[in-house]
T-cell receptor, first 115, second 116 residues
Framework: EAQVTQNPRYLITVTGKKLTVTCSQN?????MSWYRQDPGLGLRQIYY???????DKGDVPEGYKVSRKEKRNFPLILESPSPNQTSLYFC??????????????FGDGTRLSIL | AQTVTQSQPEMSVQEAETVTLSCTYD???????LFWYKQPPSRQMILVIR??????QNATENRFSVNFQKAAKSFSLKISDSQLGDAAMYFC?????????????FGKGTSLLVTP
């Protein structure tokens, strides 16, 4: 089954304790992206990757890191989490073809609470 | 980033009736793509329908159709024969064909309530 898998689905942690949210897709997509969803703000892009070893900042990258060492995986790293990073996070992926026409497939989301 | 506006925070429709959700966007580009995503209480983001800006014909997917008015920069979603399972948050999204980031720019969403 084609899917984007995020782990964990839920995490409660404390300020300053490094954490990683994993994302894996099995569709051989070149493009992967992380979004955060906050009430009243919709979804905002954090980082994206066009292919292996190619990553770039989205609209809200502060406090986050990513890596793309393999095509299928795109982990989101919070080196020193703070309460303002409490949010619902989504990983998404798509083919790159046709200049952005391909729809993005989303994971089921990760609810992060930073105390 | 392009601005996407959904002016209806909440909408309500009776089962079997038709409802239209509004979306407008601000862009100076000619090459772009528009999407509607559905987010049910399970929080999944599910693609409902998409529209290429270069196509004049409005996209249709079963009970879901769009009214794409390029000059007016409007992209509304019509849901016909509404069902209880249609209750969800609906997000309109814009994706540039020129922006190398290919980011989806989302509106803030419209919460749709379906009543029996």
């Amino acid at each position: 089954e084609a899917q984007v898998t995020q782990n964990p689905r839920y995490l409660i942690t404390v300020t300053g304790k490094k954490l990683t949210v994993t994302c894996s897709q099995n569709m051989n997509h070149e493009y992967m992206s992380w979004y955060r969803q906050d009430p009243g703000l919709g979804l905002r892009q954090i980082y994206y990757s066009m292919n292996v070893e190619v990553t770039d900042k989205g609209d809200v990258p502060e406090g986050y890191k990513v890596s793309r060492k393999e095509k299928r995986n795109f982990p989101l790293i919070l080196e020193s989490p703070s309460p303002n990073q409490t949010s619902l996070y989504f990983c998404a992926s798509s083919f790159l073809g046709s200049r952005g026409s391909q729809p993005q497939h989303f994971g089921d989301g990760t609810r992060l609470s930073i105390l | 980033a392009q601005t996407v506006t959904q002016s209806q925070p909440e909408m309500s429709v009776q089962e079997a009736e038709t409802v239209t959700l509004s979306c407008t966007y601000d862009t100076s580009e000619s090459d772009y793509y528009l999407f509607w995503y559905k987010q049910p209480p399970s929080r999944q983001m599910i693609l409902v329908i998409r529209q290429e800006a270069y196509k004049q014909q409005n996209a249709t997917e079963n009970r879901f159709s769009v009214n794409f008015q390029k000059a007016a920069k409007s992209f509304s979603l019509k849901i016909s024969d509404s069902q209880l399972g249609d209750a969800a948050m609906y997000f309109c999204a814009y994706r540039s064909g020129a922006d190398s980031g290919y980011a989806l720019n989302f509106g803030k969403g419209t919460s749709l309530l379906v009543t029996p």
